[in-house]
């Protein structure tokens, strides 16, 4: 009885999980996706904003912690500002817009949990797009 109780105990966690990541991955669609494209564009010229891939590369560049990138995205999304953004990427892009009224605090921290366990780029990929791009 005790194992049957474990053990439902941890499918319905991973069922839990589970269900918090597929919504994670629909609330991306939704609401970063239309800029923030899940694979790199052949063509440079059709970028709006760093890919989802980019974007990750980018936050475990400057963070150490998932736990801080965590903190800086609810901050930024909410209020992208010059100073606390990426110098790099805003003169590339433009500033992004805020997504103030377009995502919750909540969904926000959703995404952020399905992007960093599902979006993943190394250095050495990085360089590879930063070469392919620089020779269009
Ligand atoms: C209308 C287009 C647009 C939408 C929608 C959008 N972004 Fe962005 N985002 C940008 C642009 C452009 C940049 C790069 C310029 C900058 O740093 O301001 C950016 C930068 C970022 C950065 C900083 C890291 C980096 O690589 O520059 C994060 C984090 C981010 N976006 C997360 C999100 C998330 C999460 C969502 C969905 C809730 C979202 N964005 C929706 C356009 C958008």
């Given at each position: 009885?005790?194992?049957?109780?474990?053990?439902?105990?941890?499918?319905?966690?991973?069922?839990?999980?589970?269900?918090?990541?597929?919504?994670?991955?629909?609330?991306?669609?939704?609401?970063?996706?239309?800029?923030?494209k899940l694979s790199f564009p052949k063509n440079?010229?059709?970028?709006?904003?760093?890919?989802?891939?980019?974007v990750m590369f980018h936050m475990h560049q400057k963070f150490n912690s998932d736990e801080e990138i965590?903190?800086?995205?609810?901050?930024?999304?909410?209020?992208?500002?010059?100073?606390?953004?990426?110098?790099?990427?805003?003169?590339?892009f433009g500033l992004m817009p805020s997504q103030k009224?377009?995502?919750t605090p909540q969904e926000l921290k959703t995404i952020t949990s399905w992007m960093l366990e599902n979006i993943h780029m190394n250095k050495k990929q990085h360089k590879q797009r930063e070469k392919q791009y620089k020779m269009q």
């Open positions: 009885m005790k194992e049957f109780i474990l053990i439902s105990v941890a499918t319905l966690m991973f069922s839990v999980n589970g269900f918090a990541n597929d919504n994670g991955k629909e609330l991306f669609t939704q609401k970063c996706e239309i800029c923030h440079k010229a059709n970028m709006v904003a760093p890919p989802a891939p980019g965590l903190a800086y995205m609810r901050n930024f999304v909410m209020n992208p500002t010059k100073k606390t953004s990426l110098k790099k990427e805003t003169r590339r009224g377009n995502v």
